[in-house]
Each structure stands twice: as C-alpha cells, then as structure tokens.
C-alpha cells in the first residue's frame, strides 16, 4: 500500500515544510497522528519518507527519515494550449491533462474565447490543482502552467521554447488528416484547442502561416475540455508506447 503523499516546496535532507492547506489536509481531513509516515515530493523530482512529529493547527512539523532525487526522463514533451473555458470545467481539464503526464499546459486566449480570468492569481489556483492531480496520480514532476495570453504571444514563446516541435491544431475540415495516424518521433508536439464558438478565419489563416497542421479527433464537435483531454490521452498513449514514460512514477515508488 502506498504512504500517502504531500507537496513540499522546500525538502531537506532533516526536514520538510508542508504549506498550512497540505498541513490541513494531512491532520484534519487523513486525521494523521503522530508516528505515522507519509512521502514527501517537492515537484521537480525530490521524493522523501517522512515521520510526523506533531500536528498542530495549519502546522505540521516532519522529520526527513530517507530522500533521494529522481532525474527527470529525457523524452517527448506534450504541450496542451487550449482556449480558457468557463466554470470548473478549466479546473477539469489542468487536472486530467496532469494525471495524462501533459508536460506544460498553456491557457489561450482566443478572439472567442468567453471566460476571461480576471482573477490575478489564477495561474497560483491552477498549479494547485495541478498539484492535487499528482498527488493523487503519484506523478512526481509538475506541469508547467503559464499565464493567459493572446495566441500570437504564446505561439511566439512556444517556439523558442519548443522549436524543433510539431505545432497542431484541431479541426473538422473535410481534409485534415487524423490525429492517431500522425508520426512524431521523439519531436515534442503543441496542440492548439480553440473556443467553443471555433477559431475565426483570421486565427486559422494565422495558424497555417505558422506551419500548425490541422488535425482531425472525432466527426463531431468537441467542448475545449474534451478535446484537450482526447489530444492528451492520445499523446500521451502514443509516447508511452514507444517506450517513453507518460507519467513519471516507476523509478520513484
């Protein structure tokens, strides 16, 4: 069975500091005592055994009884940009792209797009859910989650950042080709998921001009959240079997 497991920021070979939600999820929601054990992950590839000391109110005090550090897979990075949806459903969609091994996830604000965040810590709330999603799924490296940005400023910082990548879009046109069918090696690739109410002439024509080939799902129209979650499933089904792990847990449980 496994430890149930925390984030911690900050690990150190003696200690580890939970932040006061992890304290409050470990002492008044797992009702932990004192004695018991837990794993500690700090996201970026520490991974510790950990012995609660004492609980106290949004307090937990750890002592780091074993650490080591994974070194994270050299592989194919799976880059979701899809536009922001309303409601819970965003939330949904960064937590089934992180249980997915999606590797960064880029909020899109599209010309259709209707939810637009207005909430200046909306990318800190996000990587928390994000955060949730790992603990649960036992991924030990986060994804990255950017800010919201216009397409042209994100195609613009994907391609210095990823730029020997394959750049796709979704669409239903009556030529593009599958996505199931597409070779991508070990190319990192960057799928862009418009609004719901679809990309407008100008967004598609500038897409094309920035060599993103379409690519066909499903004969229907999806929502943001399916669609982003199909291209993950996908994607990520597709690493895993050219022998590249989608989620990164073997080596550290």
């Known amino acids: 069975m496994y430890l149930p497991r925390f984030y911690c920021s900050s690990l150190f070979e003696s200690t580890g500091q939970l ?3 992890q304290a409050h999820y470990l002492a008044d929601v797992l009702r932990l005592n004192k004695g018991q054990k837990v794993e500690l992950f700090d996201g970026a590839g520490a991974l510790a055994v950990a012995e609660v000391i004492c609980t106290a109110r949004q307090k937990v005090d750890l002592k780091v009884l074993e650490l080591k550090t994974v070194r994270k897979p050299f592989q ?5 940009a899809p536009s ?3 409601g819970e459903r965003f939330d949904w969609l960064i937590a089934k792209c992180t249980e997915l091994g999606v590797d960064r996830i880029c909020p899109l604000l599209f010309e259709r797009t209707v939810k637009q965040p207005k909430n200046p810590k909306i990318t800190q709330r996000w990587q928390n859910i994000a955060i949730a999603a790992s603990q649960q799924c036992r991924r030990l490296f986060l994804p990255q989650i950017d800010a919201p940005l216009p397409l042209p400023q994100v195609i613009k910082t ?3 950042d990823h730029p020997d990548s394959r750049f796709l879009f979704g669409s239903l046109a009556d030529n593009a080709p599958s996505l199931i069918n597409q070779p991508f090696g070990r190319k990192d690739v960057v ?4 609004p719901e109410g679809g990309l407008t002439q100008q967004e598609e024509n500038f897409l094309n001009s920035e060599n993103t080939l379409p690519v066909r799902l499903t004969d229907t129209v999806l929502r943001i959240e399916t669609a982003a979650l199909a291209f993950a499933a996908i994607l990520s089904a597709q690493r895993s079997s050219a022998g590249l792990s989608a989620v990164d847990l073997a080596k550290a449980d």
């Open 19 to 21: 932040s006061a939600s």
């Open 76 to 80: 194919q990075q799976i880059i979701i």
């Open 84 to 86: 922001i949806a309303k």
């Open 158 to 160: 994907l391609k210095k």
């Open 191 to 194: 799928v862009f998921v418009g």
